[in-house]
C-alpha cells in the first residue's frame, strides 16, 4: 500500500536523517529500488517525472504497477509515489491517477501565481491523505525539460509558501539537476540556514543529489534537509553496467540476449547505488 510521505519525512527531520527519493523509469528500476528499500529496512520515496509518466503509458499505469508490485513483492517499509517537478496540470492529473504524493514547481512562475496555485492544490491533497511538495528558487541545470539557472531561494519566500501547509520545500541552494561541473561555487549553506530558521519544523528537499559531496550531503541534513533526490547516478549505473555486459559480448553467450538476462547486471547496478545512498543518508532501519 503506497503512503504519504508526511510520516517518514517528520520522522527524517526529527531524526536527523534524509529518505531517498530515487526515480523510476520502468520496471526494472521500481523492482531494484523496491526491493532494495526492503533489504535496507529504509522508507523510499518513488519519483515520476512528467515525461517518465508519459513513457511508461500513463500516470494511472505507473501507480498500478507500483502498487501492484509492493503488494507483489511483500514490500512492507513505507512507500510514497511522487510526482517530481509537476506542473499544475501534472498535478491534479496525478492526483487523479491514485499518486500518493505529489510536487508542484511554480518556481519558475512570479511568487505570487506560486502561492495560489499551492494554496489551491495544498487544499485538495489535504482532502485526500496526499503529501505536497512545493518549491522556492530553481534548480539549476535541465531535468526532462525543466530548466533552472540555479538561482539561490529567498528565505522570505521560503517563509511563505511554508505557511501555506506544504508537506515539504525544495528551495534552490545552489544544487545543479545532472553533473556538476569543475567550477561548481558548492551548496549555499549560508542560504539553507537562513531557509530552515524561516520555515522551521518543515523537512526540506535537496534536488540534484548526484554528484554533492558525502560532507555536504551531511551538512545539509544536519541543516534541516529531509527528502534527498537521486536519477542521474542511478542512469550513470544502469548504462555502465549494461555497457560492460553487451561489450564482453554476454548477450551473444547462449540466451544472453535474453531481456532478463541482458537487463539484469543494469539492474543490481541501481540497487547498489541505492544501497550506497541509503546508508549515506541514514535511513537505513529506519522503516
Known amino acids: 500500500m503506497l503512503v504519504s510521505a508526511e510520516e517518514m519525512l517528520k520522522k527524517a527531520k526529527a531524526g536527523h536523517y534524509a529518505v531517498g527519493q530515487f526515480n523510476i523509469n520502468n520496471l526494472e528500476w521500481t523492482k531494484s529500488i523496491l526491493l532494495t528499500a526492503q533489504e535496507m529496512k529504509s522508507p523510499v520515496i518513488l519519483g515520476v517525472s512528467e515525461g517518465a509518466g508519459k513513457y511508461m503509458c500513463g500516470f494511472k499505469t505507473v501507480a498500478a504497477m507500483v502498487d501492484a508490485m509492493v503488494d507483489s513483492l511483500g514490500i512492507t517499509v513505507p512507500v510514497a509515489l511522487h510526482l517530481d517537478h509537476g506542473t499544475y496540470e501534472g498535478s491534479k492529473a496525478c492526483i487523479e491517477a491514485g499518486f500518493s504524493s505529489i510536487m508542484f514547481d511554480g518556481s519558475s512562475l512570479p511568487i505570487d501565481e506560486n502561492v495560489d496555485k499551492t494554496k489551491e492544490l495544498v487544499a485538495i491533497c489535504k482532502e485526500k491523505g496526499i503529501s505536497i511538495e512545493a518549491e522556492v528558487g530553481s534548480i539549476g541545470g535541465e531535468e526532462d525539460g525543466v530548466i533552472g539557472a540555479g538561482e539561490c531561494a529567498d528565505p522570505e519566500e521560503c517563509e511563505r509558501v511554508a505557511n501555506l501547509g506544504v508537506t515539504m520545500l525544495a528551495a534552490g541552494i545552489g544544487n545543479i539537476h545532472g553533473a556538476y561541473p569543475d567550477n561548481w561555487a558548492g551548496l549555499s549553506f549560508e542560504t539553507l540556514d537562513a531557509i530552515q530558521q524561516k520555515t522551521g519544523a518543515m523537512p526540506l528537499v535537496l534536488h540534484g543529489g ?19 533526490n537521486v536519477n542521474t547516478e542511478c542512469q550513470w549505473a544502469f548504462q555502465k553496467a549494461t ?37 549515506l543518508f541514514g535511513s537505513d532501519g529506519k522503516a
Open 210 to 228: 548526484t554528484g554533492i559531496p558525502d560532507d555536504m550531503i551531511k551538512k545539509a541534513i544536519d541543516l534541516g534537509v529531509s527528502k534527498i
Open 243 to 279: 555497457r560492460e555486459y553487451i561489450m564482453a559480448g554476454k548477450d551473444l553467450e547462449g540466451k544472453g540476449f535474453d531481456p532478463r538476462k541482458l537487463l539484469a547486471p543494469g539492474a543490481e547496478a541501481i540497487r547498489e547505488t541505492v544501497r550506497e545512498k541509503i546508508k
